[in-house]
């Protein structure tokens, strides 16, 4: 019993930290845009 609540506790810490991360990238990508340079004409 111990084992499976460790498990679904793992698992669920794993999916909450891939999650985050994808937002954290998203949330990069933002910022690299609104932070670009301007091309020089």
Known sequence: M???VLAI???VGVVLAGK???ES????ALWADA???LPKN
Do not use: R
């Open 20 to 22: 985050k991360l994808q």
């Open 35 to 37: 932070t670009d340079t």
């Open 25 to 28: 990238k998203a949330e990069q």
């Open 9 to 11: 506790l793992g698992l």
């Open 2 to 4: 111990k084992k499976a």
